[in-house]
């Protein structure tokens, strides 16, 4: 495993900032991940290293959180609330739509690595469900036909 | 000690205040099932992750059923072990479990040897009504331990020995609900983590999710081979603990039966590595010495503590946590690397047979021992020193396998020259033990006068750390002993800081020392077992007829004829090593 | 808000009206008023969630208390034009759901959500001016920490997370334990599918739960506060954030706090996507750092939680009634509610319901109450069927239950249970097995693997029920179900388990004759589980345009251009998505 010398001293000061502790592990990760994006397997071994603590742990906790992702996200990160009011409001066929038309599934990243799909726990918005999330941007009340808008908003682009 | 009132199954009981109902029960003789419970009363260590639910019990008041290993007695409190609901309870759990578990008991390695095969019997399972899918993982096999994950009933017993006990930090809980299993990082192989290869994993194991690397095969396809001359070396620990294999209580010495079937088994010589402790105490005895008196004499370059370097787990334990220590410890290799490496040399002279054709075979209380021989630096042309270790469960099966009674058999002595050894060695297999040589030894050579007493009882015992002054007539010599590796690191750290005051410090990575390795008999939480082995290791000691590792006559022999001094040249290059670095750190780029 | 400006416009800004928006309303009304030089005249200010989510973005204008709903871009200027500079409100826009206009507003009764929507959460200021801290100040200078326990204690607060347990009694258990150190935790990581209570307040008013905090360290001998807070929730992070370094500024936190020598500072610290962890020791040792695995209680926080110091955990809603306890009494607000369960309770209305969004009643209010008055009814006009309350650990209540008192033991006693306020209304096209599915779905996703019954049990659970939507179960899985139901909740670890069943059961209990269909007559009666269905083409309905065809994921639907289709049944999985298509009415079930 590699890593440059700029991210180390990145993620070294993410982890000085919150003193070196071993129980700011999740702050620091959410930190960290804000940084690349993501939690790849070198990132955890320099925060390891950096909180004195062992990979085993760090990676415990990474694979725990929802939140946390080892894999890095699309350009556009599709998000589908899986919330109760977004299921009873038809969620399920929208994230089945969104399966379809980019011929991934949750947790990819489709080939150009423009659009990666996940499921969310309840946003809060379930007056607008069923609620997607593309980056911070909220659609809400989405029908299966707004599926394809949604994308082409970002196809364009 | 107070007592209160309480009622299991409406009959009235008096239990110790302050117990868990377990414990309470235990003490009445009620049996509450446990399946993740550990409890290593004489290592201080407790693990109850209240995880199983195999021990729920009702109490009265209380809406749902409690874990009994984790619940208070309090007074007046009734429980109630055996109602229907308990059993129902308990029955459909273990029912859950064995749905996520293969059911291959027949030729699984734990067959006969697993708490929950027993505890399926014992709750009479016959049916498995809640069906489904069932967790599968990529079976991981190091140079030590295998993992077969599959098997893993998420008992967390391996994480405490791991992380609590030993502080490797190899193993953790990773991803969660159904998919939660025990896992190096990134779910990598243990031959690229940290791991030590202690074993104390595989001890505490329930199941055969860890078990250790099975050699008997091999051994057995050496043994039939009329090309090799194979031969056997048996650790000090290993006499102390076979026994219980075959039914005899723990304790129990069977040094001459277990030699005796050995021979039956076909080993062409078998040797004791009692003979290489002896050699391992007259090169780090002298090292200590040297380094001692250079230290006395003003010398502020040399390092003290001088540090054991016998136990394999422990040497991976600083390669990997704190390589720069690496030259403090002793550089003797352990008595297993030594024993291989006289035997490749000087034996195979003697006996006037090549190296290739010789196979030394180990009988180790150990998983690490796997590993250790495997390193490059002992071998040869690709020639291991040390070609295969069984370990005391694989020494066991073999015997079983080859039909011979052991409880019949004769007693039998170890064949010469390297089967003679002095009760300095026996020691070796218990903590403090390898330390007490040490000084019975280096006593004698540093102030020229005969040792008296040898016995040091003040070395001896099973708390975590030990420390003892020992006046070298009229020098105090400070001594430290540390079992199980969280407790190496916490010396390891006063080093480090310049705090420590000890001139020796014995490391044994295995709670009570190699009578608690990973490849002993499973102690199934009895930590009495332990005591009862280290017992017999102090007793074997007093009575063998020579006492001190330097007046052992086939290690003087050996000198004579061989090596010269300790830490000669050739003794340098036979009996002593060198330390890597292992922190594995990261590539780092300039971009 | 300041009396400084002619007219104050209140643009709601919880997620749901800030979403729905394409454009930053704030902003844009802000160039707006400027370019019609009313700036120095009218304020706009950001307040929270006013319970009308799905007709966002709202508006109200003060103090005439005009509401818009809908609003576009284009509106803008016409509210400019028309209302603030002519007086004339704006019909057009104007909300008129008789439900929300006079029938919520007379059966709420806000005391959590007493600020939200009313003052600025980014202006310490209006807080203050509507009381703020004036309890906490009261605390410090003329009670003992006792004496506001024993008023927490007389109120009868129960906590709003779930439990219930009194908010008083925790608080006068962990003042009692001895310690160097005690810690006051907010539990902000709100999980439960479709509520939404906790990020309101702490969007729309997050001065209350600080100021309460800070009397709860008084109380309890704690001078560190930390909130638990979902990362997923980033405009209650940031006004969290900044309420918080406003009262830093002005002293209400920090040392010696109103002269006194209490002294109270407050961290943040993150969820990471972890349901479980709303169960006290779950969430403590995410704190520390550590999976959020939960630990047997007792021991209970109170006495040994955070870095294994005494530490109180009270979820956001609980901690917001505080300062209006302090300052109304604690007779006032014992007087309001029923019997065992005093106060108030917010409550997340979602689901086949007309009005969406967040409501606040006193406890006993009925459930019809809740639905038809304030929910405006089932949408469409379908036949109510159930509502789920509290979330994935509740359970479903019908039509009989209609009339019930709704407070913490009337619902445990319906079978479900209050939790943190979810209610999720179902209607006549929902199948209940599949609802309890779902929720299964959601807590296989979310145990945390730790014991046995929660790990493999909920797994199996969710399995049954599977087989029973896809139509292979059989009436012995309804007697395994129901055991393994029990088990799981009488054996687990900790709430989540504890609690994952009651989808299960209270449905069983309810809607038996659903299950029975399900096994027996191979049917589901609500139509949702469409492996019982098969899906045709109406012959007189299709002209043959292909759209079907070519939108059909397996190619299940045959046919030329302008002729009749038809779908082959053994390649069709059911999706739904030709009649989703078809323009023409020509897809139906049966």
Redesign the interface.
Known sequence: ??????N?AKIEIICKEFNYDKGELINVLHKTQTTFGYLP??V???VAQNLN????????VV??YSFFTMTPKGKFPINICTGTACYVRGAEKVLNEFKTLLKIKVGETTKDDKFSLSNLRCVGACGLAPVVLVGEKVYGRVTLDGVQKILDDYNES | MDTINIKIDNKNFQVAEGTTILEAAKSVGVNIPTLCYMHLHHLNTTHK?????MC?VEVAGRK??V?AC???CLPGMEIKNQSI?VL??RK??LE??L??HPTDCLICAKNGDCDLQSMAQEMGIRHL?????QSHYIKDRSPAIKRDMDKC??C?RCLTMC?DVQT?????????????VV????QMNLEE??CTYCGQCVAVCPTAALTEIDHTKTVIRHLADPSKTVIVQTAPAVRVALGEEFGYDPGTIVTGKMTAALKDLGFDYVFDTDFAADLTIMEEATELLDRLTRHLNGDTTVKLPLLTSCCPGWVSFFEHHFPDMKDIPSTARSPQQMFGSIAKTYLADKLGIKRKDMIVVSIMPCLAKKYECSRDEFATDGNPDVDFVLSTRELARLIKQAGIDFKSLEHADFDKPMGESSGAAVIFGSTGGVIEAAVRTAYEVFTNQKLHKVDFEQLRGMDWIRESTIDFNGTPIKIGIAHGLGNARKLLEEIREGKSLYHAIEIMACPGGCIGGGGQPLLHGDSNILLARQKAIYAEDKGKMIRKSHENPSVKKLYEEFLGSPMSKKAHELLHTQYFDKSNP?????? | MSIKYRKNLLICSGSSCHDASNFDLMDFINVKLKEYGLDDDIQVVQSVCFNKCSIGPNMIVYPDNVEYSTITKSDIDDIIIEHLLNGRIVERLVYNDVNIISGTHKKQYRIALRNCGFIDPEAIEDYIEKDGYDALAKCLTTFTPEEVTQQIIKSGLRGRGGGGFPTGVKWDITSKSVAEQKYVVCNADEGDPGAFMDRSILEGDPHSVIEAMAICGYCIGANKGIVYIRAEYPLAIKRLKIALDQAKEYGLLGSQIFGTDFNFTIDIKYGAG?FVCGEETALIHSMEGL?G?P??K?PFPSVSGYLKYPTNVNNVETFANIPAIINKGADWFASIGTEKSKGTKVFALAGKINNVGLIEVPMGTTLREVIYDIGGGIVDGKKFKAVQTGGPSGGCLTEKDLDLPIDFDSLTAAGSMMGSGGMIVMDEDDCMVAMAKFYLEFT??????????C??????LH?MLTKLCDGYGTPEDLD?LR??SV?V?????CGLG?TSPNPILSTMANFYDEYHAHVVDHKCPSGQCTSFLKYYIDEENCIGCLVCARNCPVNAIFGEKKKLHIINHEICIKCGICMERCKFDAIYIK
């Open positions: 495993m590699t890593i440059c010398e700029n180390v397997e070198e955890q071994q320099i603590t062992s990979l085993a742990h760090v990676y415990g694979s725990f | 992750p209240t995880g199983c639910r729920v749902n059923l874990p984790a619940t208070e609901r129902n309870s459909t759990v859950l479990i749905s996520d009504h809640y069906q489904g899918e009933i998420g967390g992380n490797v930090g190899a193993l953790s809980a990773i991803n969660r609900g159904f998919m939660s896992a190096p990082a990134f983590s940290v990261m590539k780092i780029t300039k971009d | 972890a999976r695995e630990t047997l007792p296989v996703e979310e145990s945390c693997g730790k014991c046995v019954p790990r493999i049990g909920n797994k199996r399995e395994l055991n393994l088990v909740k009488d054996t687990s670890l504890q």
